[in-house]
């Protein structure tokens, strides 16, 4: 697939990207460890992962937007399989190994399942993440949790559940916590009014740097004058001190060799493969959905990026990585324009380990719940509901089918269950070819005229998207609708997403017949 690169210039960008890729780093930073802890691996396995998908995978991917690392969707398949093989450093062949898979994917362009989700699944996704964030944030606000900072499934190990989690904080609140908790928030919240944004220190320093220095600043100043505030060991940032070479080299881990005759490591690194490829397939499809461009990631290069950093984090002692969408729909919420931000996010996370962790580690995590609080209500405002809703039952019922599954089971059997049930309403539609095209050569430039046939399902989106991908610069294009008797709304929000776009290749888009609809953003 052709990717769209409607982007704006590197350096142009620079002022957005970096203050988005430090707000992505503080929050990068924390999962990155806890989703190690989760894991049952090295604590130091998840910051190489963020690190590698951020320097490297920055680079090589399709999506200007996504931001890679370790994924909590992994936990159980990274506890299952160093379990199952013996040792991290056999898991860590499986990782390499997963990475070639996932390498061999792209090439064969399996990239294109991406466009086959359903926009009401996609969106119930992206609601269903944001209410996860806040839901399991309520207890790092509190300063009350005993769970790894990132954790997403709605069974914990503990035997908690993500409501009864909740309860649980409320009962042990800690006070100072709380307090940086709110502070943060009032910060972040106050940042992003139009009141504030007039002024040019606000708009080029992040509100989550002002809130992460201030709630350091907060704590030390309760650990010296009122130590009953001082937020617990606990409930801080925990990165593992890095004073010299020495101490980076037993940090870091190597794989071993000693399973490769055993089938089992082929079924780890198979399982892998297909489940981190699912998970940035569907990220990378929610974040072009954010993206303020409406630019179209290309999903073969994503897969063959995705199995280069793989194939690398299993080298130097990383755990398996994917698109993540909290990461990556952070960098949206934060004005992230290109790659950049993703690379200065996995600069930062180096940094960290080589010469500011004694510094990072008195971060508090309340803070940076705060953060992801905001982000959480970027990505599931009652508005999204609403206008889910006024589409009718045929859009709304796989939105809030996805929505509830994903929040009371996991990302991936919640996306599946969602899936299933718009496949329900697909189904009833007939399929049939979905477009007549004719291109017609004038002197100064060339006209296509795209009538739409008289039913127009999302079985139709792949084919209709793909066309207008490879549409000429510099042409006038006309889609007509007027012989449709229906037209699928993911079809019609392909064609405005197309239209809102197509000026920057220079190409005049004119719609007949064809309903408006609000195409997607984050602010």
């Known amino acids: ?10 350096l142009n960008s620079l002022g957005k990207d970096i203050p988005a890729g430090l707000v992505v780093f503080f929050v990068a930073l924390p999962l990155c460890l806890g989703i190690s802890l ?13 690190i590698v998908g951020g320097l490297l995978v920055s680079w090589l991917s399709g999506s200007q937007l996504s931001v890679s690392g ?3 969707g992994l936990t159980v398949i990274v506890l299952n399989g160093i379990e199952t093989l ?6 860590l062949l499986a990782v390499v190994l997963a990475g070639v898979i996932q390498l061999g994917l792209g090439f064969f362009k399996a990239g294109i399942i991406g466009l086959y989700f359903p926009s009401s699944v996609i969106k119930g996704m992206l609601a269903a993440i944001g209410l996860i964030l806040i839901l399991k944030q309520i207890p790092h606000f509190l300063g009350a949790d005993e769970d790894f900072f990132g954790e997403m499934q709605f069974f914990q190990p503990d035997g908690r559940t993500t409501f009864s989690e909740i309860g649980h904080a409320f009962a042990s609140i800690e006070l100072g916590a709380l307090l940086i908790g709110v502070i943060s928030l009032a910060i972040l919240i106050g940042w992003d009014r139009p009141a504030f944004k007039r002024f040019k220190f606000f708009k ?3 509100g989550a740097l002002v809130a992460v220095l201030l709630a350091i600043v907060l704590n030390a100043l309760f650990v010296s004058f009122m130590p009953e505030l001082a937020v617990a060991q606990s409930h801080l940032v925990s990165l593992p001190i890095i004073n010299g070479i020495s101490d980076l080299g037993s940090e870091l881990r190597f794989l071993s060799f000693d399973q490769l005759a055993s089938p089992s490591l082929y079924v780890v690194a198979f399982t892998i493969a297909i489940v981190a490829s699912l998970e940035t397939l569907l990220s990378v499809e929610a974040v072009d959905k954010l993206d303020p461009h409406k630019r179209r990631s290309n999903t073969n290069r994503e897969l063959k990026a995705q199995g280069i950093g793989n194939m690398v984090s299993g080298l130097v002692g990383g755990l398996p990585m994917t698109a993540v969408i909290v990461r990556s729909s952070t960098n949206v ?14 600069l930062f996370l180096l940094l960290s ?4 962790a004694g510094f990072m580690n008195q971060i508090p995590l309340s803070a940076l719940a705060a953060v992801l609080l905001v982000v959480g209500f970027k990505l599931t405002k009652p508005s999204l509901y609403k206008s889910q809703f006024k589409l009718g039952w045929e859009q709304f019922i796989p939105f809030i089918v996805t929505v509830l599954a994903i929040l009371f089971t996991d990302l991936l059997v919640g996306i599946s269950i969602g899936l299933a049930v718009g496949v329900l309403y697909i189904l009833k539609a007939n399929y049939k070819s979905p477009y007549f095209f004719h291109k017609e050569e004038h ?4 006209e296509i005229r795209i009538r739409l046939s008289e039913h127009v399902s999302f079985l139709n989106k792949a084919s209709i998207i793909l066309t207008l991908d490879h549409l000429p610069p510099h042409s006038h294009v006309v889609i007509d609708g007027e012989n449709s008797a229906y037209i699928d709304y993911d079809v019609v929000e392909a064609i405005q997403e197309f239209k809102k776009t197509a000026h920057e290749r220079h190409i005049e888009v004119e719609l007949r017949n064809v309903p408006e609809v609000q195409v997607m953003e984050l602010h």
């Open 70 to 72: 370790p994924a909590a």
């Open 204 to 206: 080029l320093i992040p």
């Open 1 to 10: 697939m052709k990717e769209i690169t409607n982007s704006p210039g590197y």
């Open 353 to 356: 380990v080589l010469f500011l």
């Open 86 to 91: 013996g040792s991290f450093d056999a898991f």
């Open 443 to 446: 002197k100064d430039r060339e």
């Open 38 to 50: 989760a894991s049952g691996a090295p604590l130091f396995s998840g910051v190489v992962t963020g």
């Open 333 to 346: 919420a934060a004005g992230g324009q290109t790659r950049v931000a993703s690379f200065v996010h996995g």
